[in-house]
């Protein structure tokens, strides 16, 4: 009962030309003071002198190492942490495990000060993001953007690219739904542009090597090798070298705890805060991955519509990896502008509510553990207290297991359907 009038509610926003229109602009105008606040917060004005370190400060800094020409440096730990009190006189446990492609993004935002450039990246990165959505949704987009809300909150919050990432995912959904060579080409960028964090487009490349989209396939391939040849000529081969190593210290660190892994939405940190060792977390993000995966195989087996199909891919992107944050969720915000019509003739207004239940958790729950840590045991404990359990993994692994029994639902009935049609031409006397 909970569920479904959770849906009825959230459903409101689009019940009507002017609803839909009040809830885009409060969510829009929320968003536009948030981005406001935190501007004025990375320019340490007045008494925000002091303040703590943020994932978009070691973005900063990586920009400016871009220019200085030693930036594989701070792949290393260590190194990094000098690097951050160099620049804001504190240091904060993020280690860096980009590849090149981003830091050679991103390296222009370091002509800028520091609030000036988050104000920059996060408005250009989350115009792209909503121009994109609102492409994908049409009506539905402010439900989208009520459901997404805690979502939006973190990532402005910490000045991360996940704004970025889903309107590229996004690009590559709307190019390859059209199957023309042209888009599927653009399609192919887009997904070369993942580069960036590569774990998060896993998902969409297996659904284009499912449907055997070749076109996009190969432009991508094209394009992260283009992209790496040209990271190698200006940073030089020792930058892999730097991010392989970045990248095996950071296994470990996910091994340890040291991450804040109650932000993370993945079913690894789900079980490793349960208790579960790491090993034992790893597999069963091994078998979450697997079914994601095989949510995607349904998916196009069973002949759904394109958008539905791409919908779920998109959905599962943030399911395959243990490393996934509570700020990769805008992604799923596609996945979910891409399978509401289907969901709202096939799915119960229990099972949307409940979907819709579940996004908003796994977006919300990091953040506000973090604002309780902060207003109660300091800011120093906020992202390193390891006793809080991963509530958002857990959220998305439910999401994943309901997306599933849709699926297995609907292929029960398409075969039930079919055999029906079957027996009533059998029963008919011939002619």
Known sequence: MLAK????????????????????????????????????????????????????????????????????????????????????????????????????????????????????????????????????????????????????????TCGQNGFLTAGLIGLVCLNVERRETSNEVFAGLALAAMVIKPHLAVAMAFYLLVTRRWVSLATAAIGVLASSVLCTALFGPQIWTALLGAVRDSATYLENGDYPLFRMISVYAALHTLGVSATLAFWGQVVAAGLALLAIVIAVLRKLPPRTALGIAALVSVMLSPYAYDYDLPIA???????????????????????????????????????????????????????????????????????????????????????????????????
């Open 333 to 431: 915000g596609i996945g979910l502008a891409l399978l509401l019509p289907e969901l709202m003739r096939m799915a119960s207004s229990g099972e949307r509510g409940t979907i819709y239940g579940l996004i908003f958790i796994a977006g919300a729950y990091g953040m506000l553990q973090t604002a309780g840590l902060k207003a109660f045991a300091g800011p120093a404990e906020a992202t390193s207290h390891q006793l809080i359990p991963a509530i958002g993994g857990l959220a998305m692994a439910a999401l994943l297991a309901l997306v599933l029994r849709m699926l297995l639902r609907r292929q029960g009935a398409d075969q039930a359907a079919a055999s029906s049609v079957a027996d009533q031409r059998l029963s008919q006397p011939a002619k």
């Open 5 to 156: 009038g959770f849906a009825k509610t959230l459903e409101l926003a689009q019940s009507s030309e002017a609803k839909r229109t009040m809830y885009t602009r409060l969510v829009l105008g929320a968003v536009t003071i948030s981005v406001i606040a935190k501007t004025a917060w990375f320019s340490r004005l007045g008494s925000l002198e002091q303040r703590g370190l943020v994932d978009f400060d070691d973005f900063h800094i990586i920009a400016q190492r871009v220019w200085l020409g030693d930036v594989h440096q701070a792949y290393q730990l260590e190194r990094l942490l000098q690097m951050q009190i160099e620049a804001f006189g504190v240091s904060n446990f993020m280690p860096w495990t980009y590849p090149p492609q981003f830091s050679l993004l991103i390296a222009p935002f370091a002509l800028l000060p520091v609030g000036l450039a988050y104000l920059l990246f996060t408005a250009a990165t989350l115009v792209f993001f909503l121009t994109t959505l609102r492409s994908i949704a049409g009506n539905a987009f402010a439900l989208v953007l009520i459901v997404l809300f805690p979502a939006l909150a973190v990532t402005l």
